[in-house]
């Protein structure tokens, strides 16, 4: 089946009881049981819900993987992939990932034995010279957050694989729409599913997908035993969200696109980065790696930090806000926001300047976006 059908039925048929055509929201924390030892196929809601699994069927479905795990947060789906690490293991990640996955790595991973290295994601050579006998995982984000530069995951992949290292992909930005890791050789996708996904910035929530049952055996008994599972309810939203995937990406596309190549053009804009540019230093990578370039944006504005102040001052429709991959656009100031937990020192090294502006481009009507984006630039 293709994409628009699974993202509709999978994990999602009538409900066998009633014939409920939406997958009812089983809000139980437990459930009786015929005798000892004798469940009618589930238990307790942490180890296992019908509406979670529902949603865990449907996220294998749309990576093309044979197996999902749901989290209550894109944090908790990384923390339950780094569930696989040992004191004295070695983590290679790219070097433009979430704030909030380098604190993680960096202040509780880090403090517990795990060794992490930053080699540009952009560069599988250099990924590939920094896998020690000691690694064990290498993170992946692309497109990058927040700079939007893309990672040869085929390459990558390759170079894990021969070394015996498991090769896992924040595919949040993408989304699965546009990218399937796990078809280009990834072995473990993540996702913050409070983006794309869910898709109206609702929630929070999380997404594993593997193929290796192994792998899955170990993630899912740390998804009960660490206890960081979404509620019945955030699940079913999710689903709600994961129905219209297909019919938002391609209208957060064509408005992104739209935005990127009106702020690359515009004088007040330094450098304005999205995959879909073809100016962009990925850009045949990204064409033969994803299905499109999705509706991030990020740009470089003159004047430094004051102009990052006027500008978010004077937007209208788009919102100062963390996150993206809702419906509504949000402007975000990466340096202040999202990536406020990497050091100044980091941040200038990864490329994150003073004057960098991230913008989560919604599904408004294109004109209204381009007319607010021009009268915040006027006079710039
Ligand atoms: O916020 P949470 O659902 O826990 O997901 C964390 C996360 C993981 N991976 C990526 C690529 C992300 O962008 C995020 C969260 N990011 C934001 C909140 C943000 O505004 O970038």
Redesign the pocket.
């Known amino acids: 089946m293709k994409f628009e059908t699974l993202a509709i039925h999978a994990g999602q048929e009538p409900d066998a009881a009633t014939g409920a055509v939406t997958t009812p929201v089983y809000q139980t924390s437990t459930f009786q049981q015929d005798g000892i030892g004798k469940p009618r196929g589930y238990e307790y809601s942490r180890t296992g819900n019908p509406t979670r699994a529902a949603l865990e069927t449907a996220l294998a479905a749309l990576e093309n993987g044979r197996h999902g795990l749901a989290f209550a947060?894109?944090?908790?789906a990384?923390t339950a992939v780094l569930s696989l690490l040992r004191p004295g293991d070695h983590v290679v990640a790219g070097d433009d990932v979430?704030g909030?996955?380098y604190r993680l790595f960096e202040r509780v991973y880090r403090p517990l034995g795990v060794a992490f290295d930053y080699p540009p994601a952009t560069d599988a050579d250099a990924i590939a010279a920094a896998l020690r006998p000691e690694t064990r995982l290498v993170w992946i984000?692309t497109p990058t957050?927040p700079l939007l530069r893309i990672a040869d995951l085929q390459r990558i992949a390759d170079a894990t694989r021969a070394r015996g290292v498991r090769l896992a992909v924040?595919n949040?930005?993408a989304s699965p729409f546009l990218q399937r890791p796990l078809e280009l050789g990834a072995d473990i996708v993540v996702h913050?599913?409070?983006?794309y996904l869910g898709g109206h910035s609702d929630l929070?929530?999380?997404a594993v997908i593997v193929n290796d049952d192994e792998i899955h055996r170990r993630i899912r008994f740390y998804q009960n035993a660490a206890g960081a599972v979404p509620g019945p309810w955030d699940c079913w939203l999710t689903l709600r969200g994961i129905k219209t995937l297909a019919v938002r990406m391609r209208a957060h596309e064509r408005n992104a696109r739209a935005v990127a190549e009106f702020l690359a053009a515009h004088p007040a804009v330094e450098r304005a980065h999205y995959p879909g540019l073809p100016g962009h230093p990925q850009h045949e990578l990204a064409r033969r790696q994803m299905s499109g370039f999705g509706g991030m944006v990020s740009f470089e504005l003159r004047g430094g930090f004051a102009a990052v102040e006027r500008f978010v001052a004077r937007v209208r429709l788009f919102i100062l806000a963390?996150?993206?991959g809702g419906v509504e656009s949000l402007v975000?100031y990466p340096p202040r926001m999202?990536h406020a937990a990497l050091p100044p020192s980091e941040r200038r090294r990864r490329g994150i300047g003073d004057n960098l502006v991230r913008l989560s481009v919604g599904i408004e009507d294109p004109e209204d976006l381009l007319e607010d984006l021009r009268q915040a630039l006027a006079d710039a």
């Open positions: 947060s894109g944090v908790a990384t979430y909030g996955t984000e957050n924040d949040t930005f913050s599913a409070t983006k929070i929530g999380g963390e996150s993206l975000c999202t």
